[in-house]
């Protein structure tokens, strides 16, 4: 018993420099953690990091991960303890805390075919629950829960380019809903992020036009600039996005 005390001791006075020159130096402790944070999942060989909208490049050293089937480009929110600042090439080292996977799409053409499978029923959407950030549009919305066929949600461009580029220096895009005419009364958070690495953004881009078919104004549009990109999130616990039903 005594060996094995006297062995413990010795790890531990191996270890105790390393592990406070780790803490002390960056300035980060176990109870640091972020609030929920947009991020997208960049798969390197057999192992993947996060590109943060926020933090930059986060290598998770979590070692009970293997639940996880990371997909390259798949969007994300994540609640991290963030470690060690520039590590191995990385941003930051963090322990994920909290990982949920979020429906990712990409930008669709708004046509006379594709008009009645995109829909435009109202959408029930409160003030600064869309943003544009890591060059994603990112949207929180309240769901009327179908009881059988998952609800269409997409972000749609016009036709040609000339209604897309309107010469207004803004980019106008639209969003669609199809709830076909399934609905429940029950209401859930859902969370959609939509990729326009599509989109010609340029230097002379001022921002995005988005038309909404709002439940509660009615048909809108809301201007968002791409200069000062907003990454705020809906104050909104992982946990309550778990009944979402969308395509």
């Avoid at 413990?8 to 929920?36: H, K, N, R």
């Avoid at 989109?199 to 104004?217: A, E, F, P, R, W």
Wanted: charged fraction near 20%; glycine fraction near 8%.
């Amino acid at each position: 018993m005594r060996t094995l005390h006297w062995l413990f001791m010795a790890i531990c006075l191996t270890l105790m420099p390393s592990l406070q020159s780790c803490g002390d130096s960056e300035g980060y402790s176990v109870g640091d953690f972020t609030p929920p944070l947009w991020a997208t999942v960049r798969v390197t060989g057999n192992a993947f990091y996060l590109n943060c909208d926020t933090w930059g490049t986060l290598w998770p050293v979590n070692t009970d991960l293997g639940w996880y089937e990371a997909a390259d480009g798949q969007r994300v929110l994540t609640v991290f303890n963030p470690l060690w600042d520039n590590y191995q090439g990385y941003d930051h080292a963090v322990k994920l805390l909290k990982l949920r996977n979020v429906l990712t799409k990409g930008v669709e053409t708004l046509t006379p075919e594709t008009e009645k499978e995109l829909g435009n029923d109202p959408i029930l959407i409160y003030k600064g629950d869309i943003s544009v950030s890591g060059g994603y549009m990112n949207i929180f919305f309240l769901q009327n829960l179908p009881s059988a066929k998952r609800h269409r949600i997409s972000l749609v461009r016009p036709q040609e380019d000339n209604d897309l580029y309107a010469g207004d220096g803004y980019i106008h895009l639209e969003l669609r809903y199809n709830d076909y005419d399934d609905l429940t009364g029950r209401f859930a958070y859902a969370a959609v992020s939509y990729n326009l690495n599509s989109l010609k953004i340029t230097h002379d881009v001022k921002g995005i036009k988005l038309k909404i078919n709002s439940k509660k104004n009615g048909k809108v549009e809301v201007a968002f600039d791409l200069k000062s990109p907003n990454s705020n999130i809906k104050k909104v616990n992982l946990s309550d996005l778990s009944d979402i039903q969308l395509q």
